[in-house]
């Protein structure tokens, strides 16, 4: 028998900022400013305990328990400014006070039974997982200029449970310079929000349920796959062919006194909070290879997916973290499917290996995330801006890419890619025409150098080019990452240390205009 154990502990504090440009052609203000401060602390104990028992030479199963818990406390400060022909019209001072503590673990049992020597194998896996996240909020808002005075104090319950259950099986068959595989894997998975929502009602001093937006809603998505795949050569020609035949399941069930007709005339379309959706469809995946000499070859590949939404992209209330731009889900939201292409050329040396392709990717109902007017104003007259995901009908990319490993030296090795694409949008909703096309580009380097002692030293570089969709243009971000380890302890044992975004780098811009 095997045991084994991992346990680790985290302390993280990890501060942030954000920051808000609004001008408005229409409402009481003509520009709005949202200067945001996080603070956010992060401390975690997580440990892995499990046991694999050889039942013979050739089989044997494993079991292992993970547990994991954590909590953070998180604090964000918001000052709001009002203009009006460009004079300070007002201010107020908005804070979050954000308490969440997790707790999730975690039961699996896997057998291997290696059926004979020729590589024939059958595993068996099975797994549950169960994470509570308990989360209280409290904001409170007040008037700093011209008056001082409280507009709203308000306290946020939000309890999320969710339990998911994994079971799979995989064979396998070698048959000479050929091999057949055979499958199922089926996940089930369901989350439960339970959102509450006091505001303090000024007149009494009593704090107010909102039952408007106190609800409890659940998420289950049950996916069911069986798959089968075969790979043979025959001299420079190889193939590997595959086929998984899926039926996914959403689910919604929403309790709450909200009115359903209200959420469609927010949303503009007719949407069902409750609802039980199901999609069965084929998924192939194609790749042929040829090779033009030993070190030398071009590559054709094709392969469908499915790009399912998340619980937060369909829960239909909105987010409280500010007052004029909140986050709301779409519980219309459908799954999207995609069919990509890839033609491949890869060629080795000595010391450089370079590889090529060429590719074109079309989704549909793809998943966008736009931006738009709800018609609504806060209590002192600003208009709110709703972000809502939706399925626009296409969405098309073609894109070239390139990538190189060299390893001059034994002490030396250099990893870079570079990747251009455009891309096309094609879709409208409410009315409103989101269609766009556009061009961007990242690019990717690494190094690794072994210095004295034992000692490495590691070097990620990234940066993304600036892009645009409809209504946003975004900036380019650029990264560098440093990280040295050493072993030690006569080669027992590790230290490392990382540096992220070395140059504090790593910002979002983007321009929105609706």
Do not use: C, H
């Not at 060629?347 to 998943?367: C, G, I």
């Not at 150098?449 to 590691?458: E, F, N, R, T, Y």
């Amino acid at each position: 028998f095997n045991l084994f154990n991992t346990t680790g502990y985290n302390y993280r504090d990890a501060p942030g900022n954000a920051f808000y440009d609004n001008t408005y052609t229409s409402g009481s203000y003509d520009r709005i400013i949202e200067d945001r401060d996080y603070f956010r602390l992060r401390k975690g104990f997580n440990t892995n305990l499990g046991l694999e028992y050889f039942i013979t030479e050739e089989s044997s199963i494993t079991g292992s328990v993970f547990y994991r818990t954590s909590k953070s406390e998180d604090e964000t400060e918001n000052t709001n400014q009002r203009f009006i022909n460009s004079t300070l019209d007002s201010e107020t001072f908005r804070t979050e006070d954000e308490g969440e503590d997790d707790e999730n673990y975690q039961f699996s049992l896997n057998y291997i039974n290696n059926l004979d020597d020729d590589g024939q194998k059958l595993t068996v896996d099975a797994q549950y997982s169960n994470g509570v996240e308990d989360k209280t909020n409290i904001i409170q808002e007040n008037n700093t200029l011209p008056n001082d005075n409280l507009i709203v104090l308000e306290n946020v319950f939000e309890k999320e449970t969710q339990n998911e259950y994994l079971i799979q099986a995989d064979y396998v068959l070698p048959m000479g310079d050929a091999q057949f595989e055979a499958g199922y894997r089926g996940t089930f998975e369901k989350t439960e929000t339970d959102y509450r929502l006091d505001s303090l009602n000024q007149t009494t001093g009593l704090f107010d349920i909102n039952q408007d937006l106190t609800n409890l809603f659940a998420y289950t998505e049950n996916v069911n796959a069986v798959y089968t795949q075969y790979g043979n050569k025959y001299g420079k020609f190889s193939f590997l062919l595959g086929l998984r035949l899926e039926n996914t399941q959403l689910k919604g069930e929403l309790t709450s006194l909200y009115d359903s007709s209200e959420l469609e005339d927010q949303l503009g379309v007719d949407v069902e909070a409750n609802f039980d959706k199901n999609y069965l469809g084929l998924f192939p995946t194609v790749n042929v290879i040829y090779e033009l000499g030993e070190n030398e070859n071009i590559s054709l590949g094709y392969n469908r997916r499915i790009n399912r939404p998340r619980g937060r992209y369909v829960n239909p209330f909105p987010s409280r973290s500010s007052r004029t731009n909140i986050f709301q889900g779409n519980p219309d939201l459908d799954p999207a499917f995609s069919n990509a292409f890839d033609v491949g050329y890869l060629k080795r040396w000595d010391k450089l290996t370079l590889t090529s392709s060429v590719y074109y990717q079309r989704e549909t109902d793809s998943f966008e995330r736009i931006q738009e007017e709800t018609g609504e104003t806060t209590t002192d007259g600003i208009e709110i801006i709703r972000s809502i995901p939706i399925n626009l009908s296409t969405n098309d990319r073609i894109g070239v890419e390139a990538g190189m490993l060299y390893n001059p030296a034994k002490w030396l090795r250099l990893n870079s890619s570079f990747n251009f694409f455009q891309f096309k949008t094609d879709g409208a909703f409410n009315g409103i025409d989101y269609g766009t096309t556009n061009t961007s580009w990242f690019a990717r380097f690494s190094s690794k150098v072994s210095l004295p002692a034992k000692i490495d030293w590691q070097t990620n570089a990234f940066y993304r080019g600036p892009s645009s969709t409809a209504q946003t243009e975004n900036g380019g971000i650029f990264s560098l990452n440093l990280a040295f380890s050493k072993d030690i302890l006569k080669d027992n044992g590790t230290i490392s240390l990382n540096v992220s975004d070395l140059l504090n780098s790593r910002k979002r811009t983007s321009y929105t205009e609706i």
